[in-house]
């Protein structure tokens, strides 16, 4: 499953060029293109590289937040071109001295391209400390 | 573009379903497996089909919500057997009288299973009223 594994080291340097605030990395990870969509949490949907780069660059230029990710899950069927992770983000934000922990649901997707996987879409929202999910699933 | 029309038809469906109150509908338009994975907002994420229909199930049947679908863009390349598909919902509720609105971006990605495209994933979340990309990307 050698899709598995790219799939799964596309979706950690996505993290990790995060965490290292390393735009070239970054840069790396994602597809050039007008079809890539970026939705970070409490923000509207950013569509096309530039849009989705100038964010990450606000992002990584603030330097304030740290993401622990759990629970991916990928979803890759060998020899077809596309694939997703899901996943948990733990943000960790320096806010005046204190640490402030979020918690995030991501989804990523990925296509292969000239044989490299590469992020083309990043869904990551706000879960809610009480989920709604508890109070109606019981 | 035959992909196309039907991944676009099969995310109408959904909506559809949803709006009709519909669990027939709800059924027919996801794939009945184990991999399937679906984030409500606010929502914790669900894992696998039997959550995900109990979960249409409670929403349906508690027929408080309609669905307003726009900015619908699809991801198809055709003849491949994923597809993914972003929109924003309006979802307005009948809250003791009143009609309450709120906002929501979804992510729906989609397979090819036996010549039908079903729905695998759903992930909706709240877009606030405020956006932070227009305080940051400014």
Chains 1, 2 share one sequence.
Not at 9 to 14: E, H, V
Not at 24 to 44: A, K, N
Request: proline share 3%; net charge negative; aromatic share 8%.
């Amino acid at each position: 499953m050698a899709d598995l594994d790219d799939v799964l080291r596309c979706n950690t340097l996505f993290y990790e060029a995060f965490n290292q605030r390393d735009m070239t990395l970054m840069e790396s990870v994602w597809m050039h293109d007008g079809r890539v969509r970026c939705v970070h949490p409490g923000w509207g949907i950013l569509e096309g590289w530039e849009e989705v780069r100038a964010s990450f660059e606000k992002i990584l230029g603030s330097g304030l937040a740290v993401i622990e990710v759990s629970d991916v899950e990928p979803f890759v069927a060998d020899g077809e071109p596309m694939a997703w992770v899901t996943c948990i983000e733990e943000i960790s934000y320096n806010l005046e001295g204190n640490i402030i922990t979020a918690r995030a649901q991501a989804t990523n997707i990925f296509e292969k391209e000239g044989g490299r996987w590469l992020m083309v879409h990043h869904h990551a929202s706000a879960v809610p400390v009480q989920l709604v999910s508890e109070e109606v699933l019981q």
